[in-house]
């Protein structure tokens, strides 16, 4: 993730911020302090010091105790930097090979946020004129970011970095009003926030040249014309005769590239399978995060990414041996007649593909990592685009219906506690490369994955002793 989101800069970060700690106030934020605060903040009696005010204001380096946070949000602020969320986060000390987790408990991947406003202090301010960021505790406020206008709440996360001890917090939107940008959270402390949205993650034809990992791309350029019944052994053989042409110091073997030349190998925990079953029911496709255009007006794309992300990556038909997946999912489907009319596959619900998985090569670091069974479905974008629309509007319903009644179950509330958050980390990945109209059904799969880089499905043969084993 080399390239920065232009929007970081844009209006020289405008920030209108109105404050609330129970009650609300408004302050309009600008590049100078006078024009972010015009007037004193109204907040609730008692939420602060007798005399203290909540204030935002234009992120004052000069004044934090941790020398490494100003250093990084004076880098970060520069209009010339090209700093991203996941340079500023590793080098406060969090680790990004793995997803974080939120003040609130949900789940995050910082690697797929990126900035779409500069740092700016949350602080208290003093009778006396005195500004501090020492808290007693967290603070709920209502902030209003001209950036976040026309957004989800579900694709924005704020971060946070404490000025006094450098540690980094990920803060969930509670509330967002996207006409007015108006943003409600519960922060957990004072000091330096951003307003960070997801990435764009897209679908799209292989391209070796852009990987890190000189195997992979290797590979991946060896079945780049194949559209389906790649077997799997000629993929991993490969793999392992490419790797040992490197020196071992500099291409690391991982435990499933160890074993690639027996007969078996494990794609889930305690599930193992021969090798010698399986093909592709798709040609490689590239799952990556895309960032626009260069100077030349050419896409940019990055495969950096620690974590794991949720994910329902479409592709199109023209790529994916639709046939094959659709009669291993119901084997009395008529595929003759879906010839003559595709749209016969989104009469489908939703499947698991029994005893397959996602084959995914990590185009930085060479890494396999496989998704077992995962689920798929077939859908049109047009039918999708209708999905969206209702969602919005039950949304707005269920928020409307929760203000009336707020009465919750014991039960529904130890169920909500014991269930991992994972909403933050869920993408809608479309085909950036589909040829067919909105009409003609793409494939969507669904499932964890852990890199960015080129993934396939890969099912058993029919005539295989794995074809739909864990059925029979």
């Known amino acids: 993730m080399k390239n920065k989101s232009m929007q970081k800069r844009v209006a020289a970060i405008i920030l209108a911020a109105s404050m609330t700690v129970g009650s609300a106030f408004s302050v309009n934020a600008a590049p100078s302090i006078s024009e972010i605060i015009p007037e004193n903040p109204v907040v609730e009696e008692g939420s602060l010091e007798e005399g203290a005010e909540l204030i935002v204001q234009n992120a004052d380096t000069s004044a934090y105790a941790d020398e490494a946070v100003a250093e990084v949000v004076e880098q970060f602020n520069d209009d010339n930097s090209t700093m991203t969320i996941k340079e500023v986060v590793e080098t406060l000390g969090v680790d990004t090979t793995t997803n974080q987790t939120t003040e609130s408990g949900k789940v995050v991947n910082a690697t797929l946020y990126e900035a779409i406003t500069a740092f700016v202090d949350i602080a208290i301010k003093e009778s006396d004129g005195s500004v501090h960021y020492n808290s007693n505790g967290s603070i709920t406020a209502t902030v209003t970011i001209e950036a ?16 006094n001890t450098g540690k980094t917090y990920f803060v969930a939107i509670d509330e967002l009003d996207s006409e007015t940008g108006k943003v409600t959270a519960t922060f957990p402390t004072l000091g330096a926030i951003a307003l960070a949205e997801k990435v764009p993650i897209v679908v799209k034809n292989t391209t070796p040249e852009l990987y890190e990992d000189e195997v992979t791309a290797e590979v991946v350029t060896e079945f780049q014309e194949e559209t389906q019944d790649i077997t799997l052994y000629d993929v991993l ?64 794309y990055s495969y950096s990414m620690g974590g794991s992300l949720d994910a329902e990556a479409y592709r199109d038909i023209e790529y994916i041996d639709w046939a094959r997946i659709a009669t291993y999912g119901d084997e009395d489907f008529d595929t003759e007649a879906a010839e003559e009319d595709l749209s016969l596959l989104t009469e489908l619900d939703p499947f698991t593909l029994e005893d397959s998985f996602v084959m995914q090569i990590n185009s930085d ?20 685009e209708e999905e969206e629309t209702e969602e ?31 909403s933050l980390l869920q993408w809608t990945v479309s085909d950036e490369d589909k040829i067919t109209d909105k009409e003609t059904p793409v494939l969507v799969i669904k499932g964890e994955f852990e890199a960015m880089g080129p993934f396939a499905i890969f099912m058993p043969t029919e005539d295989s002793a794995s074809y739909h084993k864990s059925s029979r």
């Not at 976040?148 to 000025?163: E, F, M, T, V, Y």
């Not at 399978?273 to 896409?299: Q, V």
């Open 148 to 163: 976040a206008k026309d957004r989800d709440a579900s694709n924005l996360l704020i971060i946070q970095i404490d000025p």
């Open 237 to 300: 053989k490969s793999l392992t005769d490419k790797t040992d042409a490197y020196d071992v110091d500099f291409i690391q073997l991982t435990e499933e590239l160890e074993r690639i030349l027996q007969e078996q190998i494990e794609v889930a925990e305690g599930v193992t399978i021969d090798i010698a079953d399986y093909t592709s029911a798709m040609g490689f496709a590239d799952m990556a995060i895309k960032y626009g255009k260069d100077e030349d007006g050419n896409d940019t």
């Open 365 to 384: 670091t060479g890494e396999v990592n496989f998704i077992y069974e995962p689920e798929v479905y077939f859908t049109t974008l047009s039918e999708l």
């Open 392 to 422: 919005e509007t039950e949304a707005v319903t269920e928020e409307a219906t929760e203000a009336e009644t707020e009465e919750v179950t014991e039960t529904e509330t130890e169920t909500e506690e014991e269930t991992e958050d994972r």
